[in-house]
Nanobody, 124 residues
Framework: QVQLVESGGGLVQAGGSLRLSCAAS????????MGWFRQTPGKEREFVAT????????HYTDSVKDRSTISRDNAKNTLYLEMNSLKPEDTAVYYC?????????????????WGQGTQVTVSS
């Protein structure tokens, strides 16, 4: 069992920046691929970014890839998502998730553990 706790969300003006963090409870954090997803009311959970367990491979959804960076510190059992040039359409609850071997990094149903989410609101 891995417990994930997100932090760093909040209210920010358009054009601003945020750094989300996700703290994991287990030292085995370093064996999981990690992802960030987001969700707005009435919509499905949407893939945002992923990083493999080594930190060497990263993928982003097109809408954030030029202004976001996903990273991890396995020594601190922590995942990060830095987002710049924020837009009102980035408003959502952001979730971090951990995935074991197999499955697709883009598919939320292939992730094994989820945090409770952190709200990001971007005002225009």
């Amino acid at each position: 069992q891995v417990q994930l706790v997100e932090s760093g969300g909040g209210l920010v003006q358009a054009g601003g920046s945020l750094r989300l963090s996700c703290a994991a409870s287990r030292r085995t954090f370093g064996s999981y691929d990690m992802g960030w997803f987001r969700q707005t009311p009435g919509k499905e959970r949407e893939f945002v970014a992923t990083i493999d367990y080594t930190g060497g491979r990263r993928h982003y959804t097109d809408s954030v890839k030029d202004r976001s960076t996903i990273s991890r510190d396995n020594a601190k059992n922590t995942l990060y998502l830095e987002m710049n040039s924020l837009k009102p359409e980035d408003t959502a609850v952001y979730y971090c998730a951990a995935k074991g071997p197999g499955g697709s990094v883009y598919n939320p149903t292939d992730y094994d553990y989820w945090g409770q989410g952190t709200q990001v609101t971007v005002s225009s």
